[in-house]
């Protein structure tokens, strides 16, 4: 493809998806549409659903700020068995049709499972078409003796028909007899080796007997086979008779995450291996089963794991992708747990989807971390640019994230922990948050309702519900510009899969969250990450597709330009993947190794690719230039060899972004009116400096996602860079637009200093409005003081809404502005001053602006709390009151052991500490020096 057209590509992309900015009522916050609000899973229990409760729940979905629901069927609950509906009847597909009909007049959008819990599978799955693995026996054969009398394996078999695919005999001379022909449909062998010492290895494809986890009814079943062509058509031929030609208001079928276990065979995987690989795998069934040489059995199971990965790709992800877009649907997937190259299938769906799994860890001073009752996020950091690299590398321009899983032990997550987590997504390149999430639960089902395990409860039955909008507001902020233009990173970075592929230990290999510590263990990476550098991941598939023009790189018609190709430490790089990065380099690219791999994978024609390998090397020419660094001559771009990387990157120009300097984190959108910068302080320490940006611009504006509230920024433009000054405290976030446009008429940011400050006296008063077990009764208070502090049965188990109220008087109002802290908040508040709302704060730090609303004289304030479920369920666990009643798992903790509130201590509820104002003063707009 020659660089004219890739630029139109690229500038046609940047013109279809960003909002033009030349205008006199200009608004840098983009028009919001339902897939810039934050989604959540909705669970089907049982499929007991109605229009009536479906209407009154997305009516409650829509008024907190969601766009969209992802309708996923799961088991039901104890009791209401009447109202199960099987899945995809009929009478389940005219709730599919009102689901879709009332979420559009609410300008919402419907994805759904397409299946029931997961993985992918039902009662239309046979054995014939279900996960298959493979079982290999072996039998000792010394002057024909020793043979059983039939080739089974009944003891190793979990399918008693499981069908013999291959018999091979060695013997200790080195001689290989295939002795598959000589077996009777019975299992008698017809010819047996006479004389010497043989082993004889039989390999059986038997199935993995698993079948769907926790599925709703009209699910249940044998998990599929995600490896066979025909198979998956199958599965999809009942999605087929149930949809037809009609979409019924379905945006994107849903994949979640691959948990197939022992799948590691297929019926056709004898033929498709040695029609992709080369040579006959059978030959090799010892060395498939672990035994001989250790180098022959790394390279065997490379080539079979190579061949897994792509079965999983074209037969399975491809072909689900093409079915869905033959009705006018989209594909939203998780590929992460799957026994393949994860960049490749994220890559071929329309929305890749990464998963958040437990808590992770944030300095940032106030943010509480309920240590004791937290499941840790074990997962590699680089792990959640997996599916936006895929996205960014094939120009989707989604990236969903399946958020908040087991933030927390149930019913004690605030909204402040959510906020740093879908941060963390953010910057990873995630612009399409599917919140994990929220169980229908009708009208007549008691407090707490129908709950999930595994997931926040983001439903009307949680206490903070009332302030959920305080979230899902900034969410939309934060994805209504990161959704804009294309991704602006400099650098593609290879991953050395075939490292991971070519060991000797185990079969299939999948690739989870949970040991990506493991498979992603490069700490070189996460430092150039930490140091400034933005980056994607790029596969081998992904780079032999791949361009150069005018010293760029550019992976598919519409991407952005990418200035570097990295490849990290790496030991196995295949053949083809060499010679297109050097052909990379040859025409124009930037090329950083690491280091010179040693060795190329796999078993076929060995001698050859290593020839070849070796002649691409000297091709190079590489000048030793002292120190471990390497240069190729002769080449039209640059191709080096260096460890230290830093150093390789300043010699051809790739900068990094010093404010990583400062601890903030980013992340850059580039659009045709400019450059978004999204910087977020997740550090302990608050931030007032000057701070310079990689970026040119005629304007700077800076934009508050938690408010709304923007304005035009003074700055200086160098050659290399602009400076700004940025203030963010602990645990904000904000975005810098960079216009490459002069832009007039627009309001100026205002940089304040607190000044003086006073606290708001008593007497306070408390008065609980809604929530359970039972209302407690009104309270005169001196100072703010946490409910649960009161000595007080009624308070210590109530969990719901209070309001704390106080009038103070103000004598004069000299500032610029004045700021309201909450010093202590558990766990939520909405502030109202003088009977309007100030605002909701939900997150650190608990604070906003009130000037607008003060006068002199009285004032009045007013702040609604909202603690957690947690000191409530407690209540109900210790008076024995039964509320977990579903089926299959029930309702698990965080250890996946039956759930009991009954031992938790009181967990701190209301207000605490002064309540104080401060003044502002508004400093000078001033050009950073």
Known sequence: MNSNRIFSFALIYIILTTRIVVSQSFNPWPEVNPEMKPWTRWWWMGNAVDEKNIGYLLEQYADKGFGGVEITPIYGAKGYESRFIPFLSEQWMQMLDYTSYKADSLKMEVDMNAGTGWPFGGPHIQLDDAAARLVIKKYQITDGLGMPERIVAKTELNNKNAKLQALIAYNNKGR???????????????????????????????????????????????????????????????????????????????????????????????????????????KYLKELAGEGDKEIVARLKSDYRETISDLLLENFTTQWTQWAHQKNIKTRSQAHGSPANLLDLYAAVDIPEIETYGASYFPIPGLKYDSAFIRKADHNPLFLKFATSAA??????????????????????????????????????????????????????????????????????NSWWVHLSGLNSYITRCQSVLQQGVPDNQILVYWPVYDLWQQPEGLERQIAVHDSHQWLSNPQLNEILKKGYS?????????????????????????????????????????????????????????????????????????HKRKEFEHLIKKLKLQDM???????????????????????????????????????????????????????????????????????????????????????????????????????????????????????????????????????GGPWKLEFQSGGPAIPVKRELKQPELWTNLS????????????????????NLPADDYLLELVNVRESARVFVNGTEAGILWSVPFQCRIGHLLKTGENTITIEVANLMANRIRWMDKQGISWKNFYDINFVGTDYKPFDASGWDIMPSGISGPVRIFSLKKEPSVIPE
């Open 535 to 607: 980056f994607d991941f790029i596969s081998d598939r992904q780079i032999k597709g791949s361009t150069a023009a005018e010293g760029k790189l550019y992976t598919y018609p519409g991407t952005p330009a990418y200035s570097l190709l990295f490849i990290p430490e790496c030991r196995i790089l295949p053949v083809e993947t060499f010679k297109k990065i050097i052909e990379l380099a040859e025409n124009g690219s930037l090329i950083v190794m690491h280091n010179l791999p040693s060795d190329v994978p796999g078993l076929d024609q060995l001698k």
């Open 792 to 811: 007080d049965t009624a308070t210590n188990s109530f969990s719901g809404i209070a309001y704390y109220s106080a009038s103070f008087t103000i004598n």
């Open 176 to 282: 290989i007899i295939n002795l598959t022909d000589k077996v009777d449909p019975e299992g008698k062998i017809t010819r047996i080796p006479q004389k010497g010492d043989w082993v004889l290895y039989a390999a059986f494809c038997d199935n993995t007997m698993q079948k769907v986890k926790r599925a709703a009814p009209g699910g249940e079943g044998f998990v599929l086979d995600h490896f066979s062509n025909s198979a998956v058509k199958h599965y999809f031929s009942r999605f087929d008779n149930a949809f037809g030609t009609n979409t019924h208001g379905v945006r994107c079928f849903f994949n979640d995450s691959y948990e197939v276990y022992n799948a590691n065979w297929t019926p056709t995987f004898f033929k498709e291996f040695e029609r992709r690989r080369g040579y006959d795998l059978k």
């Open 626 to 760: 002292g120190n471990g660094l390497l240069i190729a001559k002769d080449i039209k771009g640059q191709f080096i060899v260096s460890n230290d990387v830093e150093k390789a990157f300043a010699m051809l120009g790739i900068m990094r972004e010093q404010i990583a300097d400062a601890g903030i984190k980013f992340i850059r959108r580039i659009t045709e009116a400019g450059t978004y910068y999204y910087l977020v302080n997740h550090t302990q320490k608050n931030l007032d400096t000057i701070v310079p940006l990689n970026v040119k611009a005629e304007t700077c504006i800076l934009m508050n996602p938690q408010t709304g509230e923007w304005g035009l920024i003074p700055f200086k433009q160098t050659e290399n860079n602009l400076k700004i000054r940025l203030h963010l405290t602990t645990g904000e976030s904000c975005f810098l637009f960079a216009s490459n446009k002069p832009i007039t008429n627009a309001p100026e940011w205002k940089y304040f200093k607190r000044d003086i400050s006073f606290t708001i």
């Open 392 to 461: 960014h590398v094939s120009a989707k321009k989604l990236v969903s994230s399946e958020t908040f899983t087991w933030l927390g032990e149930h019913f004690r997550v605030p909204l402040s922990r959510c906020k740093p987590e879908a941060e963390q997504v953010f910057l990873s390149g995630v612009n399409h948050v599917i919140y994990h999430g929220t169980t229908y639960s009708p009208s007549d089902a008691p407090w707490p309702g129908w709950l999930f395990y595994a997931s926040v409860n983001f439903a009307p039955s």
